[in-house]
């Protein structure tokens, strides 16, 4: 989403850094291209203005124009100026007392509300929750079958009383069940329409009056940019909003409305939606958005979605081969399937310090192939238990044979096995240097060295 955002930036940082020093002219140009970055990436222009002026004030000071990397104090500027549109909350859930505690789900037809809310059920059972999910949405037609199925995918139960069509006695139903049947949260997905009624309003404030919600989540697809913003704030102002969870994060939009959701609104936003999946939502981190915008990469996420992806005991026997030289190809295919689980290899590597620079310097502005690691994956499956094991035996006719049924060519094969190779002389170094030592740090130490 915020890959244009991110390119012109570093541009802009890039012209600073070849700058012998730097004058208010000079602040005063980079400004300029910043002030059109952000508005050509949507973020509210009001907001723009107020950001531009601190750092404007920041920038110009004395003490910057005499550092000795003043495009480095520059950057720093602008990245602690993108921090404050955020505010200071953390993403995910305030603490709450509250049990059960209510989650009321509110936002437009079309703004992903069911699947975050089955997301939801099962980030929250991630965390040793036990929620119930509920539709209210009465009106729009199989919206509460989409929910039984979607809660089912996720494995959470669904509240769901045949024959009961009345929004305000389903959510006091729910609540009823979770108290009596020892569940602690309860996600109520509402109705929406195709713009905002004073019908929706009322029968919003009906179901907030019979549940009392610790928490009001506003669900804003974050392609619709501005109109998303003026949404969010009217839902604030005729019933309450404490959070905002931004889906569709992964389109192609230009990411103006995270940028101008707290300033706009005023309320902090709680999760991010980045696909399709029922795991593709997380707790928003202001910190790691911008690394990733100024692209510092966002390593602390990259270790998150491995450890989700991955077992501590997969890990352990993996480190194992490597250290002894008994890496194989049908360990590389299963990296490769670990990285599938992580999500679009775009975003994945998207979060590694300077690729954004790398990419450019190879003329490789188009996106990452993820179809690649599937036809890579289709060779690998096309060879024998025995050739996977020892590459060695592979000879031309097995490339024939292996091109073949894996509808590649020989050439790709040739490849594969020539990169597989160099990965392994590589993983061997690496395993030798892990093994002069006698502590070798894991995923959980580097996070903790992260933070």
Known sequence: MFDSLSTRLQDVFRTLRGEARLTPETVEVALREIRMALLEA???????????????????????LRSLTPAQQVVRIVRDEMLALFGTT????????????????????????????????????????????VSTDV??????????????QAGVKVHDPAGQMDPVARAAGALTEAKNSGFDVVIV??????????????????????????????????MTGQDAIKSAGEFNRRVGVTGVVLTKMDGDARGGAALSVVSVVGVPIAFVGSGERLQDLEPFHPDRVVSRVLGMGDVLSLIEKAEEAVSQEDAEKLERKIRHNEFTLED?????????????LEQILGMLPGMGALKELQGQRAQVDDKQ???????INSMTPKERRNHQVINGSRRKRIAKGSGTTVEEVNRLLKQFIQMKKMLKAVGGMAGLGKKRPNLAALKGMLK
Do not use: C, Y
């Not at 009106?139 to 089912?152: C, D, F, N, Y």
């Not at 309003?201 to 009056?209: N, P, Q, S, V």
């Open 189 to 222: 997905d509402t109705a929406g329409r195709l713009h905002i009624d004073d019908e929706l309003m009322d029968e919003l404030r009906a179901i907030k009056g019979a549940v009392q919600p610790a928490d009001q989540l506003f669900i804003a697809d974050a």
């Open 373 to 379: 690691i599937l036809r890579v994956e289709a060779i």
């Open 90 to 133: 953390e993403g995910g859930l305030p603490a709450s007392a509250a049990r059960p505690r209510v989650l009321l789900l509110l936002g437009l037809q079309g703004s992903g509300k069911t699947t975050t809310a089955a997301k939801l059920g099962r980030w929250l059972a991630k965390q040793g929750r036990h929620p119930l999910l």
């Open 332 to 344: 590389f295919r299963d990296q490769l399937r670990t990285i599938r689980k992580m999500g679009p």
């Open 42 to 64: 949507d973020v509210n222009f009001k907001v723009v203005k107020v950001f531009i002026d601190r750092v404007r004030d920041r920038a110009v000071d004395q003490e910057v």
């Open 139 to 152: 009106r729009r037609p199989a919206a509460i079958e989409q929910l039984s199925i979607v809660g089912k």
